[in-house]
């Protein structure tokens, strides 16, 4: 081939590689928004990815070179077809994905074992297609660049590390540049184009080199290429494990470092980008070495995984680190040998033929597909997020160590079985993951399948000390103000309240304060593990529990709200922190609001409660919240005036009048309102709650384009905007 074909070729799974992550977060995204914001549901996702390309990759492999023969039509055109129907994806998967969360709207709670099977296969019969035709990229372009030389026996890895390029890339560009500014839909589109364009210049390419009936008696004939690796057994068990663990791993560091990082789109592509740019860089000086004559012999490799692997948990103990840096610097070496060991096995075991390739490939995928499955359904619920990391290194150790008995014995490979033996003792005995750090400090500490919830008392002579944090992040500390999130939007009713529904159960302590009012109350929460917590937090927890007045379920609160057809005199919420965090805006958006008013009575409130955060997202919610709902009043928080109390409804509000509001308020309603107050005086503490009313008219008066929808999440995707504003010193915090 000439260097020009092969820098096109290159650029072609470059721009490959950049849609497959384009459409990994946005199909994320959009499963989130359908099944849940649950570690399962990424999981999922990701394992669909990768069955996708090990189903591609094996059937592309095996059926590609005998259907070019039989038909004498070159690879690429093939691989034109598969880029075409890839792109036809960026269409279908969000239609497959609203048609399947129709399918489920009459499954049990999202914590059943029936939920996550049928949830499970419906991502999958969504997704699968359009994964298998990107799996199939692989083989097809092999099988053209030896139709063209055949004496090219280190395709994959010259594939493999343009397709790494081109993740990084993806993954970069759309968490901080496409979707703030043209949104997921348009992102996808944007793909889709990339992938059209990819196809049709593979036609001109194919029309330019023809399968020639002559390459057809040079497939047949044996390969120049250099002999496959003389065992290939363990090569493929190496393949599979390093797939398992690797994306595992993934999925315990996004869990693990979201304290260090924060909740936010950014932290999650920040991790990503690491670990693709760590792969890329191994995989560019195995080429390196290859085209030196040098590359780095199997067993070093494998030494120095089996030491590597276990930085992460050595260097993140919250007593020593805890910052970004430390996290991505733990994570490149493990990342980087990968990316040098990954394409050498598979260039060794199949001497650059497509069908070989395919199958070694398809094997370390399958290792990448139940590696997060079985840490998500089996291991996190179960151990800590230290002792999952340490699960997942140690078959690197036992590689190593099954090769060094049949290696001649060396320096190198006593040198690196001590380092590994030292780490893996330290690991165990002295290392502390940041959920045992609390622990040690008297901490609860309760995991499920979603998250790791850590109940603390910081301050242990005060009970107002408590705090709840869920997967690092500090959620809520008991405070008067989740109380007014009840009692609150229930004074505004019309009429005395019979129901109410919060989402977002937290401390449970805005359900313990609905319940105080002798009415009906369903409290839906994403988390198991927060709702088993209550009673760390209320003496009264039990007794309220057995009300049979309540009703709390474990389930996704949009998804709640899109299956039931009860109505609620109130529907009261508070977001995760932060406002930015991913997710948070599937109960910020247009689309959450007009669904939200469906299930209010008539004269029926909803109260929104914005904690603090940029001016622009404050601007933006409240715009979501008025196209909703012609009536919306704003009340600054009681509590050093932090934070604003939304009520939305769409009948007029009525003008407060403290005395009729006592009146209306039960006496137990009266005291739990009264309860953590030296002096408690229900009417003074009424009047001060609504002492001020802050005028909407200021918070709209805001470009009138800014909002919150599904497609455009305006609060998570910031970058852009936030940099301009603080170069310009326009940007503002609201409190």
């Not at 001109?204 to 390459?215: V, Y």
């Not at 789109?265 to 990503?272: H, P, Q, T």
Request: with cysteine; net charge positive.
């Amino acid at each position: 081939m000439t260097k020009k074909l092969t820098a096109i070729l290159y650029l072609l799974f470059f721009v490959s590689g950049f849609c497959g992550l384009l459409y990994q977060v946005v199909w994320l995204r959009l499963a989130f928004a359908a099944y849940g914001i649950i570690t399962p549901v990424m999981s999922i996702v990701i394992s669909v990815f990768m069955l996708g390309l090990a189903v591609g990759s094996f059937v592309g492999g095996r059926w590609i070179v005998p259907l070019t023969r039989r038909l004498r039509v070159s690879a690429i055109l093939f691989y034109a077809a598969a880029e075409i129907l890839i792109g036809a994806g960026a269409f279908m998967v969000p239609v497959l994905f609203a048609h399947g969360t129709r399918l489920l709207f009459n499954i049990e709670q999202m914590n059943s074992v029936n939920y996550l099977l049928f949830s499970g296969a419906v991502i999958a019969a969504a997704m699968l297609p359009w994964c298998v035709m990107m799996g199939l990229t692989f083989p097809f372009m092999m099988a053209f660049i030896r139709e063209n030389q055949r004496d090219n026996n280190q395709s994959f890895s010259f594939l493999y590390q343009a397709n790494v390029l081109g993740a990084i890339t993806g993954t970069l560009l759309t968490a901080y540049v496409l979707v703030e500014l043209y949104g997921f839909r348009m992102s996808s589109y944007i793909a889709a184009l990339c992938n059209f364009s990819i196809a049709l210049t593979s036609i001109l390419i194919g029309i330019r080199h023809p399968f020639k009936a002559a390459s057809a008696a040079v497939e047949a004939a044996p390969s120049p290429a250099a002999p496959p690796t003389a065992r290939p057994m363990l090569t493929l068990v190496i393949l599979f494990t390093t797939g398992f663990s690797s994306m595992a791993m993934e999925v315990v560091w996004i869990r693990a470092y979201t304290i260090i990082f924060g909740n936010t789109i950014y932290a999650f592509a920040a991790i990503l980008a690491a670990y693709l740019a760590a792969t890329w860089i191994g995989s560019y000086y195995y080429r390196k070495h290859l085209s030196e004559g040098a590359p780095f012999d199997t067993s070093k490799l494998v030494a120095m995984l089996a030491a590597v692997s276990f930085f992460p948990v050595l260097l993140n103990d919250p007593r020593i680190a805890g910052n970004p840096l430390m996290v991505i610097l733990s994570i490149i070496p493990f990342c980087a040998v990968l990316g040098y060991l990954t394409p050498k096995l598979i260039d060794e075991y199949s001497g650059g033929a497509p069908k070989e390739a395919a199958r070694a490939y398809a094997i370390n995928v399958i290792g990448c597909i139940l590696g997060p499955l079985i840490v998500s359904y089996f291991t996190l619920p179960v151990i800590s997020l230290r002792f999952n990391m340490i699960v997942l290194a140690l078959p690197f150790a036992a590689i190593f160590y099954y090769i060094r008995k049949n290696a001649q014995r060396t320096d190198w490979f006593v040198t690196m079985g001590i380092i590994t033996a030292s780490f893996i003792y330290f690991t165990l005995t002295t290392n502390l993951s940041y959920e045992e750090y609390f622990m040690k400090q008297g901490a609860e500490i309760r995991r499920d399948y979603a998250s790791t919830v850590v109940s603390t008392t910081p301050e242990k002579d005060r009970g107002d000390g408590k705090q709840l944090i869920v997967n690092g992040i500090p959620v809520t500390v008991l405070t008067g103000i989740t109380k007014h999130m009840a009692h609150i939007p229930l004074l505004f009713t019309e009429g005395q309240p019979r129901s109410a529904l919060v989402i977002c159960f937290g401390m449970g302590t805005t359900y313990r304060s609905l319940m105080s009012w002798g009415i009906d109350v369903t409290a839906v929460e994403l988390m198991p593990s927060v709702v088993d917590a209550f009673g760390y937090y209320h003496k009264d927890a039990g007794e309220i529990l057995k009300n049979p007045n309540g009703h709390i379920l474990v389930d996704d609160g949009r998804r709640f709200l899109a299956r039931t057809k009860q109505t609620f005199d109130v529907i009261t919420l508070d977001h995760s922190p932060p406002i930015e965090g991913a997710g948070v805006s599937l109960i910020l958006s247009e689309e959450f609001y007009e669904l939200a008013k469906k299930h209010l009575n008539d004269g029926g409130v909803l109260h929104q409660w914005f904690h603090m955060g940029e001016d622009k997202i404050l601007y933006a919610m409240t715009r979501a919240i008025v196209k909703s709902f012609p009536y919306v009043k704003v009340y600054k928080s009681l509590a050093n005036r932090q934070g604003f109390h939304f009520i939305a409804s769409m009948k007029p509000i009525k003008p407060v009048n403290v005395a009729e509001f006592v009146k209306k308020m039960p006496q137990k309603a009266q005291e739990d309102l009264v309860e953590w107050f030296i002096n408690p005086d229900t009417e003074s503490i009424i009047k001060q709650i609504f002492d001020f009313e802050f005028d909407i008219r200021y918070i709209l008066k805001d470009d009138k384009r800014l909002t919150i929808t599904d497609d455009r999440p305006f609060n998570e995707y910031y970058f852009i905007r936030r940099a301009v504003a603080k170069i310009n010193g326009t940007y503002v915090e609201v409190e």
